[in-house]
Antibody
Framework: DVQLVESGGGLVQPGGSLRLSCAASGFTFSSSWMHWVRQAPGKGLVWVSRMDTDGTTTTYADSVKGRFTISRDNAKNTLYLQMNSLTAEDTAVYYC?????????WGQGTLVTVSS | DIVMTQSPDSLAVSLGERATINCKSSQSVLYSSNNKNYLAWYQQKPGQPPKLLIYWASTRESGVPDRFSGSGSGTDFTLTISSLQAEDVAVYYCHQYYNTPLTFGGGTKVEIK
């Protein structure tokens, strides 16, 4: 079974940084495009970023471009999201998502709270 | 960006009755080279991640009850729950993966009448 386990969330002050991780198992991680999607409390789903299989191609939502960096370590089956210059608007549950053949697998998410 | 517009925002249906949710995309999500609609439907319950119900607009994910069905093509899509059960109370989202940024509808809250 596909498993995606996010970690690294928590409380951070405005302007601070945080690095999220997503440990993947149950599928061939190195063959999968991966995404981050977030959901602010009580709000809808918003796509954040994606990376291709070997890290050559990355894409970002305009709202995070220049502040967030997606990366992956295929040897460790892990996806990352480095988040800098955080603001209150970045407060959300962050989901790691695997894209494969038209369907998508989601992790349980990790909560990031930006507050002083 | 492709804008996904869902309707209604909320829906109250009696147990055993049909629930219908609509989703309209601002441009076609039908890829002509493979004739596939890059459209998915999710169910989300409080405190849980979204659960994939339907992809390619009408392909039911493994394990999803057959009372859930998806239809439509191009820009207009529908999720139908043929006979609403108590466990179907949730928020439902449509999602286009035709291009980036991937975008989602605003959600439809389904409740029991």
């Amino acid at each position: 079974d596909v498993q995606l386990v996010e970690s690294g969330g928590g409380l951070v002050q405005p302007g601070g940084s945080l690095r999220l991780s997503c440990a993947a198992s149950g599928f061939t991680f190195s063959s999968s495009w991966m995404h981050w999607v977030r959901q602010a409390p009580g709000k809808g789903l918003v796509w954040v970023s994606r990376m291709d299989t070997d890290g050559t191609t990355t894409t970002y939502a305009d709202s995070v471009k220049g502040r967030f960096t997606i990366s992956r370590d295929n040897a460790k089956n892990t996806l990352y999201l480095q988040m800098n210059s955080l603001t209150a608007e970045d407060t959300a549950v962050y989901y790691c998502v695997r894209a494969g053949g038209g369907n998508f697998d989601w992790g349980q998410g990790t909560l990031v709270t930006v507050s002083s | 960006d492709i804008v996904m517009t869902q309707s209604p925002d909320s829906l109250a249906v009696s147990l055993g009755e049909r629930a219908t949710i609509n989703c309209k995309s601002s441009q076609s999500v039908l890829y002509s080279s493979n004739n596939k609609n890059y459209l998915a439907w999710y169910q989300q319950k409080p405190g849980q991640p979204p659960k994939l119900l339907i992809y390619w607009a009408s392909t039911r994910e493994s394990g999803v009850p057959d009372r859930f069905s998806g239809s439509g093509s191009g820009t207009d899509f529908t999720l139908t729950i043929s006979s609403l059960q108590a466990e179907d109370v949730a928020v439902y989202y449509c999602h286009q993966y035709y291009n980036t940024p991937l975008t989602f509808g605003g959600g439809t809250k389904v409740e029991i009448k």
